[in-house]
């Protein structure tokens, strides 16, 4: 199919290559603080990479990567951006209409942060009422989560910010940019007494899992909810192939359900 990455393509390239591809990949990520040692980019680089690895192996078309995500609550942390949640949702209407006008019905995020879900949910409910068109979407870090409890040599068993899981696949795909120097373990401290903190939006409380909407700063100094410092760059190659794999085989499936 030769080029696969929309922007490098002129537009009969791209008339050519729409014919014959089978989904049009969206990487989306975030600009927000991920601790001291990961830079701010952590999740759109990685959609990014995962995107290209997947084109790799199948005929599809990648869209320019959409960086700045739904991210408020990290914004006790400098550097982070954030856009509207209403913002975000009429940029992806708007993108994926333009896709759908063209003939690419089968559209699949590649995003690994959760504060892009509710966007993503709500176009893709949008576009299948609407139109022919049908939208996937892979939350990364939350399969590396399930992936987590079966995978070897993880001493963290459940994905973390900023932690192991974060951290190993940053070593995989972009160790220039991570500080291992600089990183440091620290865990969630509960906002409630006695209640154990789970990420910024959740709480174990009487053995039930509650949602309970917090400010990452008021929970971690350092932007950590976790432990890097077990990290390393065979364990995010593995994740990260888990991924590819993964994508690859739903997409070979997507491609022939009914439009």
């Keep these: 199919m030769g080029t696969k990455i929309l922007e490098e393509m002129s537009w009969e390239e791209f008339d050519r290559s729409r014919k014959e591809a089978v989904a049009a990949l ?3 990520g975030s600009i927000e603080e991920e601790g001291p040692h990961l830079p701010l980019g952590v999740d759109v680089l990685v959609a990014v990479e995962v995107a290209r690895r997947v084109a790799h192996r199948l005929p599809v078309i990648i869209l320019p990567e959409i960086s700045i995500g739904y991210s408020e609550w990290h914004k006790g942390f400098p550097g982070t951006l954030s856009l509207s949640i209403s913002t975000l949702t009429q940029m992806l209407r708007e993108i994926c209409g333009d896709l759908v006008e063209q003939g690419l019905n089968r559209i699949v995020f590649i995003n690994p942060h959760v504060g892009n879900e509710t966007p993503i949910m709500e176009v893709a409910v949008e576009l299948r009422r609407r139109s022919s068109a049908r939208v996937a979407m892979f939350h990364l870090w939350a399969i590396a989560n399930e992936m987590a409890k079966d995978m070897g040599g993880l001493i963290e068993k459940k994905f973390a910010h900023g932690g192991e ?3 190993s696949v940053m070593l995989a795909l972009h160790p220039d940019l991570v500080h291992m120097e600089r990183a440091v373990k620290e865990f969630e401290r509960p906002v409630m007494e006695g209640v154990k903190q789970e990420g910024s939006f959740k709480v ?3 053995n039930r899992h509650v949602n309970f909407y917090c400010l990452s700063k ?3 100094n350092s932007g950590v909810m976790g432990d890097p ?5 065979e364990k995010g190659e ?4 888990a991924w590819v794999d993964l994508i690859c085989d739903f997409i070979k499936e997507f491609k022939e359900v009914q439009i």
């Design 218 to 220: 008021e929970l971690t």
């Design 26 to 28: 969206i990487p989306i």
């Design 204 to 206: 174990l409380f009487k």
């Design 229 to 233: 410092t077990h990290a390393t760059r």
């Design 238 to 241: 593995i994740i990260v192939k």
């Design 165 to 167: 899981m974060m951290t």
